[in-house]
């Protein structure tokens, strides 16, 4: 709970100190087995801070609201609310000058560097993971290596940061960190550097976890989305998903699953890609996993302006048996989930050499569909041949009993992105305010 915004809601309600003091009284007690003088003390030290930042008034300290919520918007669902979120986050950066920068939508960034790239990439763990951290550690590692190797670099260095709330076990440091160092001494890839620190420190009480792990790489070669062509070919290897199905599996009733995702079947496809000629010729690589195959090729064809056909049953084959019978039995749509099986585009010619090199490292790859020229879509062909909705969701597949509650809400799109086109200017201005104030000061 977070008991600054408890405190902060009841305060524009209007309410008296005292009110607000004895109900944080009661649900500070509620979570913390603390005595009452120190709840009430705690309680009026939440209600003064409160207060005092209140009077915080200007530019800098205020933020103009879109009046939407995240949850309503969907950012972080992948899906059609988080991929316009993210595009204004684009916005607001701007262009950079980076050799593949966040405009382009692809899993990581690049700056050239003499005569190399150097590739950064960051990943949040999932955020249902909180209680099993070790899970939690493991699945964001091996997402942010696959990362880096799908823009063709070799990842050389991970950086991690871990929030734990205030009643959470000091433990859970430890535990997310082993999930982390698994995979990186399996991959040869040092762990370096982080940050650990308590989420909200003392104004958020609970055990909630959450935390991120990033990576840096090196390649002479990018293989970012807009390099997709009319013509190659898209091979995609099996999938047994990552954080996500294992947080389906867990809070469904399928724990067994859980087992399936512990593998690094991705990454040892990468190293044997990265180790031969053939990559040089590859023109895209991406892990299918934002909003699922409908979310990534989605955005592929969207950045490289090109229709994207792709075959359900070709797909569908390429899911892990025992992950496939979980999501079948859900009724989770294995299109719209993520899968974390690497997706390559590549020259006709060369797709069998591809697959060879991605078949030497045990993992299994086959042909999923192929680009054409015409304007930016993908496009589902069935399984009886005929061609099915493949458009994005507004959110992934709800694949928990509560997201299969909350999908069932939703307010006007367009009403929201008004709201939140409206924000994203705001927060422009005052970037490009500051900047001139900065600049001033620095000429001074």
């Known amino acids: 709970m977070d008991v600054e915004e408890f405190t902060r809601r009841r305060v524009s309600r209007g309410m008296s100190c005292e009110e607000i003091r004895d109900q944080l009284v009661r649900h500070i007690l509620s979570i913390k087995d603390v005595p009452h003088e120190y709840a009430r003390a705690f309680s009026d030290a939440v209600i003064t801070e409160v207060n005092n930042t209140a009077r915080a008034e200007g530019p800098v ?7 939407v919520s995240m949850g309503e918007f969907g950012v972080g669902s992948r899906g059609t609310g988080d991929f316009y979120a993210h595009r204004q986050i684009a916005r607001i950066i701007g262009k950079t000058g980076a050799s593949v920068g966040v405009d382009e939508m692809d899993d990581a960034g690049a700056v050239r560097a003499g005569d190399q790239h150097i590739v950064c990439t960051v990943d949040g763990m999932h955020s249902r993971l909180s209680d099993f951290p070790f899970l939690a550690g493991f699945h964001v590692t091996r997402a942010t290596l696959r990362d880096t190797y799908v823009m063709g ?7 991690s940061d871990i929030h734990v709330a205030d009643d959470g076990d000091v433990a859970k440091i430890f535990d997310y960190t082993a999930g982390i160092c698994a995979v990186s001494e399996v991959m040869k890839v040092p762990l370096v550097t982080g940050s650990t620190l308590r989420i909200g ?5 609970g055990s909630r976890m959450t935390g991120c792990v990033g990576a840096v790489g090196t390649a002479h070669h990018l293989t970012a989305r807009r390099q997709l062509q009319p013509g190659d070919v898209l091979l995609m290897t099996e999938g047994a998903g990552g954080g996500t199905i294992a947080t389906a599996a867990l809070y469904s009733g399928f724990p067994d699953v859980v087992a399936s995702t512990l593998n690094i ?3 040892l496809a990468c ?27 989605y955005e592929m064809a969207e950045t490289a302006s090109c229709r994207i056909v792709i075959e359900e049953a070709a797909v569908r084959d390429l899911v892990h048996p025992r992950v496939l019978a979980m ?4 009724e989770i749509d294995f299109l719209g989930v993520s899968l974390d099986s690497l997706l390559i585009a590549v020259p006709p010619a060369l797709a069998d050499a591809v697959a060879a090199v991605v078949s030497s490292a045990g993992v299994r790859i086959h042909k999923v569909g192929h680009v054409e020229a015409g304007r930016p879509e993908a496009v589902l062909v069935g399984t009886d041949g005929a061609f099915k909705d493949f458009t994005p969701r507004f ?27 409206m924000a994203a200017a705001a927060a422009i201005r005052k970037k490009e305010a500051i900047i001139s104030m900065l600049q001033v000061n620095k000429r001074d």
């Open 201 to 205: 420190g003392d104004m958020v009480l």
């Open 153 to 159: 670099a070799r990842p050389i260095l991970l950086f």
């Open 61 to 67: 300290h205020e933020m103009v609201r879109s009046g």
């Open 265 to 267: 079947q991705f990454l």
């Open 271 to 297: 190293e044997a890609l990265l180790a031969d000629e053939v990559l040089a010729e590859v023109h895209v690589m991406t892990d299918v996993t934002n909003g699922g195959l409908r979310g990534d090729v």
């Open 327 to 330: 999501l079948d039995a859900l």
């Open 395 to 421: 959110r992934e597949s709800a694949y928990t009993p509560v997201k299969k509650v909350v999908d069932t809400t939703r307010r006007d799109f367009e009403e929201m992105k008004a709201g939140v086109d």
